[in-house]
T-cell receptor
Framework: DTAVSQTPKYLVTQMGNDKSIKCEQN?????MYWYKQDSKKFLKIMFS???????INETVPNRFSPKSPDKAHLNLHINSLELGDSAVYFC??????????????FGQGTRLTVV | GIQVEQSPPDLILQEGANSTLRCNFS?????LQWFHQNPWGQLINLFY???GTKQNGRLSATTVATERYSLLYISSSQTTDSGVYFC???????????FGTGTRLQVTL
């Protein structure tokens, strides 16, 4: 049973397109995150949601819009894709509120390539 | 915000060798995790270790929170240990996991 699953695993698209990445966790966790890993392997947080509410929006362009329909799902929609958006995007989840910092588990990542 | 530095940045080992990876952080933390990113890109949880010492097979980790560092020990390394090792810290004030710069490990035959 996959704990945190993302789809798709690979996404190749043209500049200017709109795309979505879906994330689901079956761990019963309250908090979900989106992270971006750049070409130098650096991992940086984009968004954090706790019980469907946005907690962190880390100066991400407003072309990126997260949506949490329930606490088990956190999707990422990207409008007007740019070459610089090419990266690996990871979804993660952790138990408890954003203050506690309990163990986080990551999905397998979505490699986005914008051409 | 908090700074998380890892050393060394790159490490090449022969199979069977031991190694120690270090993670220094600039402020108090609620939580510290070690991850292994394998060559297929998966982030695998190794340890959740806000303080103290834990062992899991050939791997062990120690966090000294008062001195703001953590160490990951790999003994009798194997080629499957290759990849990038990240530490990540969680601060309640920031409400997020901040990742370190990573150590890229290559284990050769």
């Amino acid at each position: 049973d996959t704990a945190v699953s993302q789809t798709p695993k690979y996404l190749v698209t043209q500049m200017g397109n709109d795309k979505s990445i879906k994330c689901e966790q079956n761990l019963g966790h309250d908090t979900m995150y989106w992270y971006k890993q750049d070409s130098k392997k650096f991992l940086k947080i984009m968004f954090s949601y706790n019980n469907k509410e946005l907690i962190i929006n880390e100066t991400v362009p407003n072309r990126f819009s997260p949506k949490s329909p329930d606490k088990a799902h956190l999707n990422l929609h990207i409008n007007s894709l740019e070459l610089g958006d090419s990266a690996v995007y990871f979804c993660a989840s952790s138990e408890g509120g954003a203050i506690l910092g309990t163990e986080a588990f990551f999905g397998q990542g979505t490699r986005l390539t914008v051409v | 915000g908090i700074q998380v530095e890892q050393s060394p940045p790159d490490l090449i080992l022969q199979e069977g060798a031991n190694s120690t990876l270090r993670c220094n952080f600039s402020d108090s933390v609620n939580n510290l995790q070690w991850f292994h990113q394998n060559p297929w890109g998966q982030l695998i949880n190794l340890f959740y270790i806000p303080s103290g010492t834990k062992q899991n097979g050939r791997l062990s980790a120690t966090t000294v929170a008062t001195e703001r560092y953590s160490l990951l020990y790999i003994s009798s390394s194997q080629t499957t240990d290759s990849g990038v090792y990240f530490c990540a810290v969680f601060t309640g004030t920031a409400s997020k996991l901040t990742f370190g710069t990573g150590t890229r490990l290559q284990v050769t035959l």
